[in-house]
C-alpha cells in the first residue's frame, strides 16, 4: 500500500503527534508498505524534499503557539510532485493547515481519507484568544473540527473513549469512528534497553543523591498540563519527608511562572526544572524517575504515561477519561481525585517498596498493548475499509451516472 501521512507536526519537532506520526510512519514500513510524509518545513519559503525517507516539507509561518508553523494550504509547486506518489490513501493528523491540503488533495485525485483526531483544541484557544471571545472561539473551532472530520473524512480513528463520547455526544458524529489507542515504540523504554551508564551519568547532571525518591513530569510546561497541581501538593509531601523530588522535563509558555511558585513556596532543590530534553535521551530520564505524576485533563490519551510504563515506573494519575483502559487503580497504578488523595497515594508508594514494585510489573505488562506494531497493523485495518468503501463509491457513481444517461435519453 501506498501512504501518505499528512501533519503539521514532524520530527525534530518534539511533541505527543510527532512521535505519534514518525512511530506510524517507521511500523509501517516494517509492515512492507510506503510512507510519505508531508509536513511543515521551518522555512518560509523554501521547500525541503528529502526522496530517501520520502519526506516532503512546505513552506510555514509562526503561529505564535509553541513552535508550531502554519503551512500553504495549496503548495502548487508541488502538487504533481505529491501526485507522482500515487498514493492508495490519505491519512491526515491535523484539521488546519496541512491537514486542509490532505483534503483538497484528496478531493482532487479522488482518494479516500482517513483523520485521527489528537488534539482537543478547545483546551488551547486561550493561546490566541487571551481570555477574550473564549465561548465564540470554542464554538468555531466546534464547527470548523465537525466540518473537517464529518463532512470529508471517510473514516475517523479516536485514541480513547473519551474523544469518541466527544464526537458522537456533543459533535454528534454520523460517520465511523475507530478508537485505536496511538501506540509507542515501547522497546525504546524497556529496563533492558536503557545503559545503566547512562542512567547514573543524568544522576550526577540532576544531582540526584541514592536516598532521593522521584516524582517524574514530562511536558508542556503550560496551563492546560496543570502542573500547578503537582507544585503545591509537592510542598505537602516533603513535609512529611524531604528526599522526596520532583522532576520537571519539558518547557512552555508558563515555565517562569512554576518557577517562581515553587520558589515561593520555599521548596528550592525539591523541584528539579530540567527544559526540554533530546528525543534520544527521553527514555533516560524515566529511569532515574521511581514514580510519574499527572494532573492535566487535556490530554486526548497521555502517551506520557505509556512511556512511563514501559519504563516500569508507577503512574499517578488525576481521574480523567484519557487515561483510562490504560491505567487500573491499584492494578498497574493509581488514580486520585484530588490533592489530598495524590499527597496520600505518593507517599504510599514512597514507603511500601513491595507495592510499588507489583504496580511497576503490571505497568510494564500493560505497556506492551501499546506496541507501534499493534497500532499500525489497527490503523492498515482501517485504511482497508477505507479503500474498499470508497471503491463501491466510485462504483455507485459511475452506476448513478449511466442509469441518468439512459433515462436522459
Given at each position: 500500500?501506498?501512504?501518505?501521512?499528512?501533519?503539521?507536526?514532524?520530527?525534530?519537532?518534539?511533541?505527543?503527534?510527532?512521535?505519534?506520526?514518525?512511530?506510524?510512519?517507521?511500523?509501517?514500513?516494517?509492515?512492507?508498505?510506503?510512507?510519505?510524509?508531508?509536513?511543515?518545513?521551518?522555512?518560509?519559503?523554501?521547500?525541503?524534499?528529502?526522496?530517501?525517507?520520502?519526506?516532503?516539507?512546505?513552506?510555514?509561518?509562526?503561529?505564535?503557539?509553541?513552535?508550531?508553523?502554519?503551512?500553504?494550504?495549496?503548495?502548487?509547486?508541488?502538487?504533481?510532485?505529491?501526485?507522482?506518489?500515487?498514493?492508495?490513501?490519505?491519512?491526515?493528523?491535523?484539521?488546519?493547515?496541512?491537514?486542509?491540503?490532505?483534503?483538497?488533495?484528496?478531493?482532487?485525485?479522488?482518494?479516500?481519507?482517513?483523520?485521527?483526531?489528537?488534539?482537543?483544541?478547545?483546551?488551547?484557544?486561550?493561546?490566541?484568544?487571551?481570555?477574550?471571545?473564549?465561548?465564540?472561539?470554542?464554538?468555531?473551532?466546534?464547527?470548523?473540527?465537525?466540518?473537517?472530520?464529518?463532512?470529508?473524512?471517510?473514516?475517523?480513528?479516536?485514541?480513547?473513549?473519551?474523544?469518541y463520547k466527544l464526537f458522537k455526544d456533543k459533535y454528534e458524529f454520523t460517520k465511523n469512528i475507530h478508537?485505536?489507542?496511538?501506540?509507542?515504540?515501547?522497546?525504546?523504554?524497556?529496563?533492558?534497553?536503557?545503559?545503566?551508564?547512562?542512567?547514573?551519568?543524568?544522576?550526577?547532571?540532576?544531582?540526584?543523591?541514592?536516598?532521593?525518591?522521584?516524582?517524574?513530569?514530562?511536558?508542556?510546561?503550560?496551563?492546560?498540563?496543570?502542573?500547578?497541581?503537582?507544585?503545591?501538593?509537592?510542598?505537602?509531601?516533603?513535609?512529611?519527608?524531604?528526599?522526596?523530588?520532583?522532576?520537571?522535563?519539558?518547557?512552555?509558555?508558563?515555565?517562569?511562572?512554576?518557577?517562581?511558585?515553587?520558589?515561593?513556596?520555599?521548596?528550592?532543590?525539591?523541584?528539579?526544572?530540567?527544559?526540554?530534553?533530546?528525543?534520544?535521551?527521553?527514555?533516560?530520564?524515566?529511569?532515574?524517575?521511581?514514580?510519574?505524576?499527572?494532573?492535566?485533563?487535556?490530554?486526548?490519551?497521555?502517551?506520557?504515561?505509556?512511556?512511563?510504563?514501559?519504563?516500569?515506573?508507577?503512574?499517578?494519575?488525576?481521574?480523567?477519561?484519557?487515561?483510562?483502559?490504560?491505567?487500573?487503580?491499584?492494578?498497574?497504578?493509581?488514580?486520585?481525585?484530588?490533592?489530598?488523595?495524590?499527597?496520600?497515594?505518593?507517599?504510599?508508594?514512597?514507603?511500601?517498596?513491595?507495592?510499588?514494585?507489583?504496580?511497576?510489573?503490571?505497568?510494564?505488562?500493560?505497556?506492551?498493548?501499546?506496541?507501534?506494531?499493534?497500532?499500525?497493523?489497527?490503523?492498515?485495518?482501517?485504511?482497508?475499509?477505507?479503500?474498499?468503501?470508497?471503491?463501491?463509491?466510485?462504483?455507485?457513481?459511475?452506476?448513478?451516472?449511466?442509469?441518468?444517461?439512459?433515462?436522459?435519453?
Amino acid at each position: 500500500m501506498r501512504i501518505g501521512l499528512f501533519t503539521d507536526s514532524y520530527p525534530p519537532y518534539i511533541n505527543g503527534v510527532s512521535t505519534s506520526v514518525a512511530m506510524l510512519k517507521k511500523a509501517l514500513e516494517k509492515q512492507g508498505h510506503v510512507v510519505y510524509v508531508v509536513t511543515v518545513s521551518n522555512h518560509a519559503l523554501k521547500y525541503e524534499y528529502n526522496e530517501k525517507e520520502r519526506i516532503l516539507k512546505i513552506p510555514g509561518i509562526p503561529i505564535g503557539i509553541y513552535d508550531y508553523r502554519l503551512s500553504r494550504i495549496y503548495p502548487v509547486s508541488m502538487i504533481n510532485k505529491m501526485r507522482n506518489w500515487k498514493l492508495d490513501i490519505i491519512h491526515s493528523h491535523t484539521e488546519f493547515g496541512i491537514g486542509i491540503l490532505a483534503r483538497i488533495f484528496a478531493k482532487q485525485f479522488n482518494l479516500p481519507l482517513v483523520h485521527t483526531y489528537h488534539t482537543l483544541y478547545e483546551d488551547y484557544t486561550h493561546y490566541i484568544t487571551h481570555g477574550y471571545f473564549d465561548k465564540s472561539s470554542k464554538k468555531i473551532v466546534e464547527y470548523l473540527t465537525k466540518f473537517y472530520c464529518d463532512k470529508t473524512a471517510n473514516e475517523l480513528i479516536v485514541p480513547t473513549n473519551k474523544i469518541y463520547k466527544l464526537f458522537k455526544d456533543k459533535y454528534e458524529f454520523t460517520k465511523n469512528i475507530h478508537i485505536i489507542p496511538t501506540g509507542i515504540e515501547v522497546e525504546r523504554f524497556f529496563e533492558e534497553n536503557i545503559d545503566k551508564k547512562d542512567v547514573e551519568l543524568l544522576r550526577k547532571k540532576l544531582n540526584i543523591k541514592k536516598k532521593d525518591f522521584i516524582i517524574l513530569f514530562v511536558g508542556r510546561l503550560a496551563e492546560e498540563k496543570n502542573v500547578t497541581f503537582l507544585i503545591n501538593a509537592h510542598k505537602k509531601i516533603v513535609e512529611q519527608n524531604k528526599n522526596i523530588r520532583l522532576l520537571i522535563v519539558g518547557d512552555g509558555p508558563d515555565r517562569e511562572k512554576y518557577e517562581k511558585l515553587a520558589k515561593s513556596l520555599d521548596l528550592g532543590d525539591m523541584v528539579i526544572f530540567n527544559g526540554k530534553a533530546a528525543w534520544e535521551e527521553i527514555p533516560i530520564y524515566y529511569h532515574v524517575s521511581n514514580i510519574f505524576a499527572t494532573a492535566s485533563k487535556s490530554e486526548t490519551q497521555g502517551l506520557t504515561v505509556i512511556e512511563a510504563m514501559a519504563s516500569g515506573i508507577t503512574p499517578i494519575c488525576i481521574k480523567d477519561e484519557s487515561f483510562q483502559g490504560t491505567v487500573t487503580d491499584e492494578l498497574n497504578g493509581r488514580i486520585f481525585e484530588n490533592e489530598e488523595q495524590y499527597v496520600k497515594q505518593v507517599l504510599e508508594l514512597v514507603n511500601d517498596n513491595n507495592l510499588r514494585t507489583r504496580y511497576n510489573s503490571q505497568a510494564r505488562i500493560q505497556a506492551e498493548h501499546f506496541s507501534s506494531k499493534a497500532y499500525a497493523s489497527s490503523v492498515v485495518e482501517v485504511y482497508n475499509r477505507a479503500i474498499k468503501d470508497k471503491q463501491a463509491e466510485y462504483r455507485f457513481g459511475f452506476l448513478s451516472k449511466i442509469i441518468k444517461k439512459i433515462k436522459g435519453e
